[in-house]
Each structure stands twice: as C-alpha cells, then as structure tokens.
C-alpha cells in the first residue's frame, strides 16, 4: 500500500523469511560460518536455536542458497507433534518418494534405498526438520537411527534441527546422550544490539531502494530496538505499522514519538510488545549469539550469571598459578591466550617488542593448563623472553569434565581483575575458543593470532574451534599469505586481516643463540650418540604420546625409523608406559631412540641438526621447523590418507605409506633445508606492534610516565 507512494520497489519488512533481505550481524555471521563449516563434514546432526522471530529459517534459507543443487539433496520437515511413523512419511514425502501403504520397515527400506541411490551419484542427502523443539523423543530417535545409514565409511544423511530454545531442554535429557555425541555443530541466536537494529532496519530498506523517506531521527531507532527487543521479526512487524501510519498521517518523518505511539497501539492488539522494555533493561549482552561446542551441550550458557571471585592469585587448591615479572599490577594489558608451550613462548618473545615501542601494552599471558605442562625447562627459563605476567588456570588439574565451565569461570575472574585493552587468541582448543566467547561476549575487543590454518592434521572439533575463533575476531593476523587468501574466501573483511608472519622466528631470535647441542643433551640422558653420526642424520618426534593412539602410532614410527632414525623426547609417565609394556626396546631395535622430555633450549638443539621432524596433531615444533627450513611431517588425526601438503610441511594423517613416501623424499633430497616462507623474517613483532599503535584507542595505550614508574620498579 504505501511502497509506491514512499517510492519503494518492494515490501521492505516482510515477515517471511527472505535470503534475499540476510542481515549480516555479527551473531548471525558467525552462526552461520560455524554452519558451513559443519555441512562441510556431511555427516551427523547441526543444532539451531533461538527465540521466535531471531532469524533461524533465514539464516538456514540463505545457507541453502550457497549449496551446490549438484551435490548436495535438500529436503525440509516442518514438525507438528509428529510420531516417529509419521515422521518418516513426511521425510519421504518431502524428498519425493511414494508412501502410500507402506509399512514402517518398508519406509525405512524405501529410505535407505534413495539414500544410497544419490551417493551413487555422488550426492549426499540434507534434512531440515524445523520446530523441531515439538518433535516427541520416539521421532528424536529414530532421527539418530536414519544417521547410523552409511555407504563405506561415508554417511548418507545428514540432519539440520532447527527449533527454539525448548530443543536445547530436549537435547540435554538423559536418554540423549547418545544423539548429543553426534552433534558436529549448535549454535543459538540472540537479538540484535541496538546499533544492529539500526543496521537491520536501513539494510532492508536499501534493498528496496529507499531514498531517506521517510526518514528516521536517531532516537527513533533506539526506541524501536526498546520496543521490539532486537527480534528481527518484531522490528518487521513494527516498521511496517510505522510506515502504515506515516503514509496514512501523511507525514515523511518518523520520531521517538511516532514508534512509542504506534508501539502501543500494536500492543494493544496482539500484545507481544508488552515485556520486551523490561526484558531489555537487563538483556546485558543478549545480542551476542551462543555458539557452544559440541558434543557436550551441558556447558554453561554464556550470558548466565559468572561468579567473579576477588582476584586470581595462585590457588593451589585450583591449580592456579600466577607469575608477574612487573613491579606492580598490570594496567589495561594485552591479555593473550596461549595453549602450547610454543605459543607460549611466542608471545613472550611479542612482549619484549612491544616493550621497546614504549606506549603499547604490557603483555600477559593466560593459559589454560598447568605451568608443568610447558616444559620450557630451567634453561629455557633463564634466557627466554616471557610475558609480563603469567597466569595457568590449572584446567588441566581438575580432570576434563569440569574443564570448559572451569575455564569460563577462572578467566572471568582474570577479566574482570585486569580489564584488558584486548584479548590475543593463539591456538585452536577448547580453552581457547571459551575465553574467546567470553572475552567477545564481556565486550572485549579480540585478535586472533595465526588466523586462517586450515587442515592442519587436528581433529574436527579443533578445525571448527579455529574457524569459529576467527570469525569472532576484530582483527586477524596471518602468518602466510595463503591463510590471508582463506579467510578472505571464507567471507571475512579483508580490512581486519594482516598478513605479519610467525612469532616463531622472532623467538628463534632470542633462542637459537642458547640452543644445547645434541651431543650435550645426550650426555645428560645418559644415551649413545650414534645415532647422531648416522650418516642419514636424523629425525626428531615431538608428537605427544597418548595411549588410546599408541596401537597406531607406535608401529608407524617404527616403520619410519628403519627408513631414518628417529630421536623421541617422551614425557616420564610415557616412558614408563613403553618400558613398562616393551615397547621402549621394540622401538630401538627400529632405530627409534627414545629418550626423557628436554627443555625448549634442548629441543631446538635437536631440531637445528635433524632431517625432518615428525610433529602429531598438537604442531608441536612445526613453526620452528618452518622457520630453520627444517621439514616436517605431521601425523594428524585424518585417516583418509590424503596428503595436505606445503613445500615445508605436510600432513599425511596415520597414513604410513603417505609418511613413508615423504621421509624417502626427504632422504633423497642433498640439502633437507628448504625456503622460508615469506615474512617469517623476524619482523612479525614490529608489524603487530605498528598495527596495534593505529587500532587501539589512545586511551588503551600506555603513557610513557606509567611506563617508566614500572621501569623504575
């Protein structure tokens, strides 16, 4: 009715979902990168979320639309209370197949059948069943059974469950536990924030060609965003009654005013409107979407309640440790992230850096763990450049079951003590990707550190934690110009990514000049040097031995040794389960040395003199190795046997003919060394740095009379 007139080539507030209108807010950019990533694993089960009207059935509509029609079969159930009988039918139905009269295993069986028929088309199957808060536990089930349909090892379906927060409720029942292990993805949707409701409202008003009328005064938009919530629907349906009544009233403005009386009317007709100022008023950072990691989705919300303690001193009784290496408390610091020893060090070594810069913040380290679990050795300790302050959360200490609630917890309390100017995350675990949430979801600015690594042998679970960290991020720094073109094909700004290099060379700098030579180390561990003089030379293993992969790991590494001997620095509690179980002596006799755990010094000693290093899923070392020109090879947890490979490094997975086949290479090759990707050039510090004096506030930067009192100190 009033397009024409305000000069509209459609309809600007709908209120069925339209990919054509998406909103790219944060919440929903990052669900939906997070939703992409889990349709890319094709198998298993993607949980959606949200209150009526967030968003859900758009955000899946237009992820639909980036599917390839060839590849991959969509189909969608719409449930209404549906047993799981009926419920079959409707999946049939809705991908075309006949029902009529069948019985339940005929279903089942005619299912199969077309399932099997599209994967050997080389297509696989989608399902979307929405509302599925109203599904009964019966249909839940038998859901999980159509999952176990599998042709080889690839699934045949794959399920979308789209409903409101009730399906959480659902979800965390007992007799769930079986279908939450199958959960590969699960993310909730939030309102939008108040500067995102403006941004919501002049998007879709754009895309009908909107000229400015009528126009809107700045306090009408914060009025709408009382009124409504941040629900995109009620925006809808609240926008299209304001320009109704400015069409009608003839007038080409809308104020505070004018949405306060028409907000009124309207909730004296259908009533929604009613509680959405009181809910506001401690909605707090509800515009923030909830994206919680699966299998486990008992962890905490993160917009509930946190109990902030008064301080985060060292806690034996946690297994909190703080070190500070500053004369006094640390103001508005640089708060980093860390879970590997490496990452550890490398923002040590960023720390001494930004030191000489004078006005940027003082570096300090959180990590998840315990302070044993980094083994930078005393050595290591003496001459390696450190953050400023340190603090390990003990996660690690309490057992895994309580780790990520624990984790959100302790880092809470560091956050709330320390107010940082923003959080650096390094690395790819659990941990890491809850201080993120936490640290995004507080407010917090985030950057992100070796952004865009893809496919780096780990788990499933640690790629999406990668992919959903830099998503999160303000600002990300690459350390190739590879992961730079990755995250720009994933869809993120090109304005918040910075290719700078690695910290590893950086560290190396300070490092490598206190190295302990090889034969030293084996003097110290009381073993033969022969295999130093081995006139293949050697490789050095840094993977972790853990024991549920020593049946796999074990005779691979043997099989690698008799091609090229093998040096395994192993933690005391594995060496007593190899000497313990024969394996030590079996391993000898293939030429792998094992030998107790070294210091960092130590261990980089080693890796200037070896061929190769061989690296499990956790990279330790593999920066390193990049940065001398030392090769790797990378064990992951990929058994398909495809080789990701790069001119330094590659993944083969447990695939043994694929490591055989690089050490061989190795072995042929006269020099082991090879070129140094560009910006690895001991630069990386001085590039953050500079990035960091244009992007943080001036009131976020140190003043050079703070810094010398700490000098001082």
Request: glycine residues 8%.
């Amino acid at each position: 009715m009033y397009e024409s007139h305000f000069g509209l080539s459609g309809p600007p507030f709908q209120l069925n979902p339209d990919p054509a209108f998406y909103f790219d807010s944060r919440g929903h950019s990052n669900a939906l990168a997070y939703l992409k990533f889990g349709v890319h694993q094709g198998e298993g089960f993607i949980i959606v979320t949200g209150e009526i009207g967030a968003g859900k059935t758009t955000l899946v509509r237009t992820l639909l639309e980036g599917l390839d029609a060839e590849k991959v079969v969509a189909a969608q159930v719409v449930s209404t209370q549906l047993e799981s009988g009926d419920l079959l039918r409707a999946i049939l139905t809705a991908y075309g197949v006949p029902t009529a009269g069948a019985s339940k295993a005929h279903l089942i069986a005619s299912l199969e059948g077309f399932l099997t028929a599209l994967a050997a088309k080389g297509r696989r199957a989608l399902l979307i069943v929405d509302e599925a808060q109203n599904l009964k536990h019966e249909a839940v089930e038998e859901l999980r059974m159509l999952s176990n349909f599998q042709l080889g090892n690839h699934a045949l379906l794959q399920s979308f469950l789209i409903g409101q927060p009730e399906l959480r409720t659902l979800l965390q029942s007992k007799s769930m536990e079986q279908l939450r292990q199958r959960v590969i993805a699960s993310c909730h949707l939030g309102p939008l924030d108040q500067t995102e409701t403006r941004a919501y409202i002049e998007h879709r008003l754009h895309r009908v060609g909107w000229k400015d009328s009528p126009s809107f005064s700045d306090d009408s938009f914060d009025a709408i965003h009382r009124w409504t919530g941040g629900v995109p629907r009620r925006i809808n349906r609240l926008c299209n009654r304001l320009f109704l009544a400015a069409f009608l009233s003839g007038k080409d403005a809308i104020s505070a005013e004018t949405v306060d009386q028409t907000a009124g009317e309207l909730r004296s007709e259908i009533g929604e409107l009613a509680d959405v100022p009181m809910l506001m008023s401690n909605a707090g950072h509800a515009a923030r979407p909830d994206v919680t990691i699966p299998p486990n989705p008992m962890l905490p919300v993160l917009d509930a309640a946190v109990d902030i303690g008064t301080g985060v001193g060292s806690n034996a009784s946690l297994g909190v440790v703080q070190r500070s290496r500053s004369g006094s408390k640390l103001q508005r610091p640089l708060l980093c992230v860390v879970d590997t020893r490496t990452d550890f060090l490398k923002v040590g070594a960023l720390s001494r850096v930004l030191e000489e810069y004078g006005d940027l913040p003082p570096v300090m380290a959180v990590q998840p763990g315990t302070e044993e679990g980094l083994a930078i050795g005393a050595a290591g300790a003496a001459v390696l450049p450190l953050p400023k302050m340190e603090i390990h959360l003990g996660i690690g200490a309490i057992g895994v079951a309580h780790g990520s609630a624990a984790a959100l917890t302790r880092f809470d309390e560091v956050l709330a003590e320390f107010m940082p100017s923003a959080v650096l995350a390094v690395g790819k675990s659990d941990a890491v990707l809850m201080c993120t949430l936490l640290a995004n979801k507080r407010g917090v600015p985030v950057l992100r550190l070796d952004a865009g690594q893809r496919n780096t042998g780990g788990s499933a679970s640690a790629e999406m934690n990668g992919v959903l960290i830099d998503r999160l991020a303000d600002a990300l720094y690459t350390n190739k110009l590879l992961t730079y073109y990755t995250l720009y094909r994933e869809g993120i700004p090109s304005d918040r990514v910075h290719c700078v290099g690695s910290l590893a060379a950086n560290l190396l700098h300070f490092g490598l000049p206190h190295a302990v030579p090889p034969l030293e180390s084996f003097a110290r561990a009381k073993l033969s040097p022969a295999v130093l003089n081995d006139p293949r030379g050697f490789g050095l293993v840094s993977l972790a031995l853990q024991p549920k992969a020593m049946d796999e790991l074990l005779p691979m590494l043997a099989t690698l040794g008799r091609e090229l001997p093998l040096v395994w620095p192993l933690r005391e509690e594995a060496l007593v389960a190899l000497k313990s179980t024969g394996q030590e002596a079996r391993l000898a006799d293939s030429g792998v040395i094992v030998m107790p755990a070294q210091g960092y010094l130590e261990e980089i000693g080693l890796l200037q003199q070896a061929r190769c290093l061989i690296a499990g899923s956790e990279g330790e070392l593999v920066e390193e190795a990049v940065t001398l020109g030392v090769r790797s090879i990378t064990l992951g947890n990929d058994r398909s046997g495809t080789p990701v490979a790069d001119p330094s490094s590659i993944v083969v997975g447990r695939n043994v003919e694929q490591a055989l086949k690089a050490v061989r290479e190795i072995l042929l090759t006269e020099s082991a060394r090879v070129d140094v990707p560009e910006y690895w050039d001991g630069g990386t510090a001085s590039r953050i740095a500079k990035h960091l004096r244009s992007w943080l506030p001036a009131s976020m930067r140190v003043s050079s009379t703070a810094r010398a009192a700490e000098s001082v100190r």
